[in-house]
């Protein structure tokens, strides 16, 4: 080893000491004046340079209005443009369209007094703000933030609340209540009423009677006439004679699916999961189905805990996308490359990723295959092909008991309208020659029609036992639709759940049937291969998914009592519950031997379908289960369609297992501090069964079903009753 000189040593020093004196220079050389504090940037003058500052954004951009949207699944903040596209047509008043969780609300109090602040806010789960609103909430209701004045007051802002919700839940609508509330109590003045929309029968009727009277008022407010806007195109297409093919999009859901690079996978960009295994869960072939999906998540980054949600993009069926092609008139042209530009970026964004094909933006990007919206028929009756078609499409739109019978009963997609307004045969497998064409503009449509979004399935398995894997348990939508003088009674299939049974299908080489009786019925079919055909390797599909993270969690603990109560799909998660405590079960029997299970709170899960015999989900894994968790594990099964039935006939449902199991429901809940797990229905199902739970508490307290609620309400706030329901 080499020994440094003395004249090296003093090199040395001397460079450490001139390195410290710049560092600290500040310190050594500073006057003794105080430093001046740095600005929060929301609270600079006008924050510019401040990408969050939504002020000066609207002062920069010359708009009136800023609109926020608490938006789960986009539905808001569909809405949220529609508001924004209609204050332009109507007034020429221009917006600014905000995700609240990319902006500061400490100067809220600088909106000028001619303009206006409208809140579109969805409500989530247990009556709580979606992802991207929760800290637009707590800066609201919080009385100790402080807005730029120094205080929590918004005196005089002009203000508007438009709600959406569904009114099985509990908490109908509770955050734009409480944002309508929470405004109201820092002296801001609502514009109209309080619009609240109900997802459970129809959020657009709702929406549309709100924004009549709405509209009036907002004109009002801010002294603007109708009039003053115009009808002005939010996108331009253009047709693309020559484009490097390998850059076009045909269903890829982001630029890193279209380049094949590798990235975070999540909604924005979904993974395309293997099925590794797809089969029959109903054990007769009749008319119904239920799919059990498994999806490999090995090497894709995706990690998942039991009782999150899975995404899974599905595509719109072949029939829809031929049906509107033809109705548009580009069935011949469907390959045709096409470019999309926003006319106004700050209103309407491009939905999908371009450039893009017709053929693609229909089976891909646009949800045609929902029920067609009252006011887009409005729109599209000026392209109408003959006076007659008009005339049906302006009754429609201004008749709403007409378009409930017609459209709303009958399920009528935005094609088979347009078909049946020509006069064509809906039934018939469209093509050009039986099909009227429309001129619409393509940019009015992808205006006018929804994003395609996600489906959501509750996951049914657990990461311990599962490491590299995702199950799916999705019933198989399909149902008949209501007779209307124009259209008889027709079977409509759900887009996503049958997307899953097409798969199942065509991985096991199953040839689809509709099921006894139903032979004359039509299964849809789809592209299920995938974009360029990258979803079908070999023999093996993909699918397209992300997983959304969920708060319905088992307890850390096992000592605790678990009641979960999961009639039909709704076992789905608590299949992975039970697989969760499996595993943990095994090591803990592997490390303290038998016995090692005798504190551990009871498990027991009330299930209920039909009958054993047909509609029984994972019949034969509840006893492996059962075995392995040492008799922690309690099953309790209601069959409706078989018996025994109750002494007056009728049929026995999970609420009745949980009034007759009350005592131990009881114990479990008031002295074993247990937890309670609902999934399933809210229409019905849910609501009965926290019936039954406070009559059975108030009565174990002594008291009586208000007692029963009040302690039903305690649990849900400290989070020992949690639900996962869907209408």
Same mark, same amino acid.
């Given at each position: 080893?080499?020994?440094?000189?003395?004249?090296?040593?003093?090199?040395?020093?001397?460079?450490?000491?001139?390195?410290?004196?710049?560092?600290?220079?500040?310190?050594?050389?500073?006057?003794?004046?105080?430093?001046?504090?740095?600005?929060?940037?929301?609270?600079?003058?006008?924050?510019?340079?401040?990408?969050?500052?939504? *002020?000066?954004?609207?002062?920069?951009?010359?708009?009136?209005?800023?609109?926020?949207?608490?938006?789960?699944?986009?539905?808001?903040?569909?809405?949220?443009?529609?508001?924004?596209?209609?204050?332009?047509?109507?007034?020429?008043?221009?917006?600014?369209?905000?995700?609240?969780?990319?902006?500061?609300?400490?100067?809220?109090?600088?909106?000028?007094?001619?303009?206006?602040?409208?809140?579109?806010?969805?409500?989530?789960?247990?009556?709580?703000?979606?992802?991207?609103?929760? !800290?637009?909430?707590?800066?609201?209701?919080?009385?100790?933030?402080?807005? /730029?004045?120094?205080?929590?007051?918004?005196?005089?802002?002009?203000?508007?609340?438009?709600?959406?919700?569904?009114?099985?839940?509990?908490?109908?609508?509770?955050?734009?209540? !409480?944002?309508?509330?929470?405004?109201?109590?820092?002296?801001?003045?609502?514009?109209?009423?309080?619009?609240?929309?109900?997802?459970?029968?129809?959020?657009?009727?709702?929406?549309?009677?709100?924004?009549?009277?709405?509209?009036?008022?907002?004109?009002?407010?801010?002294?603007?006439?109708?009039? !003053?806007?115009?009808?002005?195109?939010?996108?331009?297409?253009?047709?693309?004679?020559?484009?490097?093919?390998?850059?076009?999009?045909?269903?890829?859901?982001?630029?890193?699916?279209?380049?094949?690079?590798?990235?975070?996978?999540?909604?924005?960009?979904?993974?395309?999961?293997?099925?590794?295994?797809?089969?029959?869960?109903?054990?007769?072939?009749?008319?119904?189905?239920?799919?059990?999906?498994?999806?490999?998540?090995?090497?894709?980054?995706?990690?998942? !805990?039991?009782?999150?949600?899975?995404?899974?993009?599905?595509?719109?069926?072949?029939?829809?996308?031929?049906?509107?092609?033809?109705?548009?008139?580009?069935?011949?042209?469907?390959?045709?490359?096409?470019?999309?530009?926003?006319?106004?970026?700050?209103?309407?964004?491009?939905?999908?990723?371009?450039?893009?094909?017709?053929?693609?933006?229909?089976?891909?990007? *646009?949800?045609?295959?929902?029920?067609?919206?009252?006011? *887009?028929?409005?729109?599209?009756?000026?392209?109408?092909?003959?006076?007659?078609?008009?005339?049906?499409?302006?009754?429609?739109?201004?008749?709403?008991?007409?378009?409930?019978?017609?459209?709303?009963?009958?399920?009528?997609?935005?094609?088979?309208?347009?078909?049946?307004?020509?006069?064509?045969?809906?039934?018939?497998?469209?093509?050009?020659?039986?099909?009227?064409?429309?001129?619409?503009?393509?940019?009015?449509?992808? /205006?006018?029609?929804?994003?395609?979004?996600?489906?959501?399935?509750?996951? /049914?398995?657990?990461?311990?036992?599962?490491?590299?894997?995702?199950?799916?348990?999705?019933?198989?939508?399909?149902?008949?639709? *209501?007779?209307?003088?124009?259209?008889?009674?027709?079977?409509?299939?759900?887009?996503?759940?049958?997307?899953?049974?097409?798969?199942?299908?065509?991985?096991?080489?199953?040839?689809?049937?509709?099921?006894?009786?139903?032979?004359?019925? /039509?299964?849809?079919?789809?592209?299920?291969?995938?974009?360029?055909?990258?979803?079908?390797?070999?023999?093996?599909?993909?699918?397209?998914?992300?997983?959304?993270?969920?708060?319905?969690?088992?307890?850390?603990?096992?000592?605790?009592?678990?009641?979960?109560?999961?009639?039909?799909?709704?076992?789905?998660?608590?299949?992975?519950?039970?697989?969760?405590?499996?595993?943990?079960?095994?090591?803990?029997?592997?490390?303290?031997?038998?016995?090692?299970?005798?504190?551990?709170?009871?498990?027991?899960?009330?299930?209920?379908?039909?009958?054993?015999?047909?509609?029984?989900?994972?019949?034969?894994?509840?006893?492996?289960?059962?075995?392995?968790?040492?008799?922690?594990?309690?099953?309790?099964?209601?069959?409706?369609?078989?018996?025994?039935?109750?002494?007056?006939?009728?049929?026995?449902?999970?609420?009745?297992?949980?009034?007759?199991?009350?005592?131990?429901?009881?114990?479990?809940?008031?002295?074993?501090?247990?937890?309670?797990?609902?999934?399933?229905?809210?229409?019905?199902?849910?609501?009965?069964?926290?019936?039954?739970?406070?009559?059975?508490?108030?009565?174990?307290?002594?008291?009586?079903?208000?007692?029963?609620?009040?302690?039903?309400?305690?649990?849900?706030?400290?989070?020992?009753?949690?639900?996962?329901?869907?209408?």
């Amino acid at each position: 080893m080499a020994v440094a000189s003395s004249s090296d040593v003093a090199i040395l020093a001397l460079g450490v000491v001139l390195a410290a004196a710049y560092l600290f220079r500040d310190s050594i050389f500073s006057s003794s004046t105080s430093k001046a504090v740095p600005v929060a940037p929301s609270k600079l003058g006008n924050g510019h340079g401040n990408p969050r500052d939504f *002020i000066a954004k609207m002062k920069e951009g010359k708009k009136r209005l800023i609109i926020f949207y608490g938006s789960q699944t986009g539905t808001a903040e569909e809405y949220a443009i529609r508001i924004a596209k209609e204050a332009k047509t109507k007034f020429g008043l221009t917006s600014l369209v905000c995700d609240p969780e990319e902006y500061d609300f400490e100067n809220l109090d600088q909106v000028p007094e001619d303009s206006c602040v409208i809140f579109v806010m969805a409500t989530y789960g247990e009556g709580e703000p979606t992802d991207n609103a929760v !800290q637009l909430m707590e800066n609201l209701t919080d009385s100790a933030f402080e807005f /730029s004045n120094g205080q929590h007051r918004l005196e005089g802002l002009k203000y508007v609340v438009f709600g959406l919700g569904n009114r099985t839940y509990e908490h109908y609508n509770a955050i734009a209540r !409480q944002v309508d509330a929470a405004l109201a109590k820092m002296g801001a003045v609502r514009i109209g009423e309080r619009g609240e929309g109900d997802d459970d029968k129809s959020m657009e009727e709702d929406y549309l009677e709100w924004k009549d009277t709405f509209w009036p008022a907002f004109a009002e407010a801010l002294g603007v006439e109708e009039g !003053q806007g115009g009808d002005t195109p939010d996108f331009a297409v253009t047709e693309l004679e020559s484009h490097p093919s390998e850059k076009v999009y045909l269903g890829e859901l982001s630029a890193r699916a279209l380049t094949k690079t590798k990235g975070i996978h999540d909604a924005k960009n979904p993974y395309a999961s293997p099925v590794k295994v797809s089969r029959e869960l109903f054990q007769v072939g009749g008319d119904r189905n239920c799919v059990h999906v498994e999806l490999d998540i090995e090497g894709s980054g995706i990690t998942y !805990q039991h009782g999150d949600h899975v995404g899974v993009w599905p595509l719109n069926p072949d029939v829809e996308v031929d049906r509107l092609l033809c109705a548009l008139g580009l069935y011949s042209k469907k390959d045709t490359v096409i470019n999309v530009d926003s006319l106004d970026p700050a209103l309407a964004k491009v939905p999908f990723p371009v450039p893009s094909t017709y053929i693609s933006v229909l089976r891909h990007y *646009i949800d045609i295959s929902a029920v067609a919206g009252r006011q *887009i028929l409005g729109v599209l009756a000026k392209f109408a092909p003959s006076p007659e078609a008009g005339a049906f499409m302006r009754n429609l739109t201004s008749n709403k008991d007409e378009y409930a019978a017609v459209v709303t009963n009958g399920c009528l997609k935005l094609g088979e309208v347009l078909q049946l307004a020509a006069g064509n045969d809906i039934n018939a497998h469209p093509t050009p020659q039986n099909t009227t064409t429309w001129a619409i503009p393509f940019d009015i449509v992808i /205006s006018s029609i929804p994003r395609l979004q996600p489906r959501y399935y509750s996951i /049914s398995s657990s990461p311990k036992l599962n490491p590299t894997s995702v199950h799916v348990t999705a019933v198989v939508l399909k149902y008949e639709s *209501i007779a209307n003088k124009l259209v008889a009674p027709r079977w409509v299939h759900g887009v996503g759940s049958n997307f899953l049974l097409n798969i199942k299908h065509a991985a096991n080489g199953e040839i689809a049937a509709a099921g006894e009786g139903l032979e004359h019925v /039509s299964l849809p079919a789809y592209a299920i291969e995938g974009p360029r055909g990258a979803h079908k390797v070999e023999d093996v599909y993909k699918i397209p998914v992300h997983v959304r993270r969920s708060t319905f969690r088992l307890p850390t603990n096992p000592k605790s009592p678990v009641i979960m109560v999961g009639p039909g799909t709704g076992v789905a998660p608590f299949r992975g519950f039970i697989q969760e405590r499996v595993a943990l079960a095994r090591r803990t029997l592997e490390k303290n031997g038998d016995g090692a299970l005798a504190d551990w709170g009871q498990i027991s899960l009330f299930y209920g379908c039909r009958k054993s015999t047909e509609d029984f989900l994972y019949k034969d894994e509840w006893p492996q289960y059962t075995a392995e968790l040492h008799g922690k594990f309690t099953m309790h099964c209601a069959f409706s369609r078989e018996p025994p039935y109750k002494p007056d006939g009728n049929k026995i449902y999970v609420q009745d297992l949980i009034w007759d199991d009350r005592k131990n429901i009881a114990d479990a809940i008031l002295n074993g501090k247990g937890y309670v797990y609902i999934c399933g229905d809210a229409k019905a199902m849910s609501k009965a069964v926290e019936e039954v739970l406070a009559r059975i508490l108030g009565e174990a307290k002594g008291g009586s079903e208000a007692d029963g609620i009040a302690e039903i309400k305690l649990m849900k706030e400290r989070s020992r009753l949690m639900l996962d329901v869907w209408s």
